[in-house]
Protein backbone atom coordinates (compact mmCIF):
# COMPACT_ATOMS: atom_id res chain seq x y z
CA UNK A 1 0.00 0.00 0.00
CA UNK A 2 1.36 3.43 -1.09
CA UNK A 3 1.54 5.81 1.66
CA UNK A 4 -0.30 8.75 1.23
CA UNK A 5 2.18 12.17 0.44
CA UNK A 6 -0.05 14.26 3.33
CA UNK A 7 1.36 12.16 6.04
CA UNK A 8 4.57 10.67 6.60
CA UNK A 9 5.02 7.05 6.62
CA UNK A 10 6.76 6.11 10.55
CA UNK A 11 9.01 2.58 10.39
CA UNK A 12 9.72 1.02 13.62
CA UNK A 13 13.30 -0.13 13.27
CA UNK A 14 13.76 -3.72 15.63
CA UNK A 15 17.32 -3.13 15.91
CA UNK A 16 16.95 -1.74 19.43
CA UNK A 17 18.57 1.90 18.41
CA UNK A 18 18.08 3.99 21.83
CA UNK A 19 16.87 6.73 19.81
CA UNK A 20 14.50 7.46 16.60
CA UNK A 21 16.77 7.96 13.00
CA UNK A 22 14.68 9.78 10.54
CA UNK A 23 15.47 9.11 6.89
CA UNK A 24 13.66 10.35 3.95
CA UNK A 25 11.92 7.94 2.34
CA UNK A 26 13.71 6.64 -1.73
CA UNK A 27 11.73 7.28 -4.36
CA UNK A 28 10.50 3.96 -5.84
CA UNK A 29 11.81 3.77 -9.92
CA UNK A 30 8.26 3.71 -11.99
CA UNK A 31 9.53 1.05 -13.62
CA UNK A 32 12.46 -2.05 -13.25
CA UNK A 33 13.66 -2.14 -16.66
CA UNK A 34 17.27 -1.60 -17.29
CA UNK A 35 17.33 -1.50 -13.70
CA UNK A 36 19.63 -4.47 -11.33
CA UNK A 37 17.37 -5.87 -8.68
CA UNK A 38 19.14 -7.31 -5.55
CA UNK A 39 17.30 -10.16 -4.30
CA UNK A 40 18.61 -10.43 -0.26
CA UNK A 41 17.44 -13.72 1.37
CA UNK A 42 18.06 -13.31 5.29
CA UNK A 43 18.26 -16.47 6.01
CA UNK A 44 14.80 -17.29 7.79
CA UNK A 45 13.54 -20.80 7.21
CA UNK A 46 11.48 -20.56 3.62
CA UNK A 47 12.64 -17.52 2.63
CA UNK A 48 14.63 -19.14 -0.31
CA UNK A 49 11.73 -20.12 -1.85
CA UNK A 50 9.98 -16.99 -1.97
CA UNK A 51 12.91 -15.45 -3.18
CA UNK A 52 13.63 -18.31 -5.54
CA UNK A 53 9.76 -17.29 -7.21
CA UNK A 54 10.37 -13.94 -7.42
CA UNK A 55 13.42 -14.08 -9.32
CA UNK A 56 11.88 -16.44 -11.68
CA UNK A 57 9.11 -14.28 -12.47
CA UNK A 58 11.45 -11.13 -12.48
CA UNK A 59 13.65 -13.00 -14.57
CA UNK A 60 10.83 -13.78 -16.80
CA UNK A 61 9.83 -10.20 -17.41
CA UNK A 62 13.54 -9.60 -18.84
CA UNK A 63 14.91 -8.27 -15.20
CA UNK A 64 18.30 -8.72 -14.88
CA UNK A 65 18.49 -9.91 -11.00
CA UNK A 66 21.58 -10.65 -8.27
CA UNK A 67 20.78 -12.60 -5.14
CA UNK A 68 22.69 -12.09 -1.82
CA UNK A 69 22.10 -13.77 1.52
CA UNK A 70 22.81 -13.08 4.63
CA UNK A 71 24.67 -14.81 7.47
CA UNK A 72 22.55 -15.11 9.94
CA UNK A 73 19.18 -13.48 10.27
CA UNK A 74 19.99 -12.55 14.15
CA UNK A 75 22.42 -9.89 13.01
CA UNK A 76 21.69 -6.97 10.18
CA UNK A 77 23.67 -7.60 7.11
CA UNK A 78 27.86 -7.06 7.27
CA UNK A 79 28.33 -3.78 5.92
CA UNK A 80 30.66 -5.40 2.91
CA UNK A 81 27.53 -7.12 1.65
CA UNK A 82 25.83 -3.93 1.82
CA UNK A 83 28.04 -2.20 0.07
CA UNK A 84 28.35 -4.72 -2.59
CA UNK A 85 24.42 -4.83 -2.91
CA UNK A 86 24.55 -0.75 -3.32
CA UNK A 87 27.11 -0.41 -5.86
CA UNK A 88 25.94 -3.45 -7.74
CA UNK A 89 21.84 -3.10 -7.49
CA UNK A 90 19.43 -0.44 -8.54
CA UNK A 91 16.72 -1.62 -5.96
CA UNK A 92 16.67 -4.50 -3.73
CA UNK A 93 13.85 -6.49 -1.97
CA UNK A 94 14.64 -8.29 1.32
CA UNK A 95 12.88 -11.36 1.59
CA UNK A 96 11.83 -12.92 5.00
CA UNK A 97 9.31 -15.66 5.83
CA UNK A 98 8.54 -18.16 9.25
Known sequence: M??????????????????????????????????????????????????????????GRGIETLRFAKPTFTKPAPIDLRQEIATRCHVVIEALAD
Do not use: C, H, W, Y
Open 2 to 59: AASNDSPTVVLDPTGERTAATRVRTERPATLEGLTVGLLDITKMRGDVFIDRLDELLQ
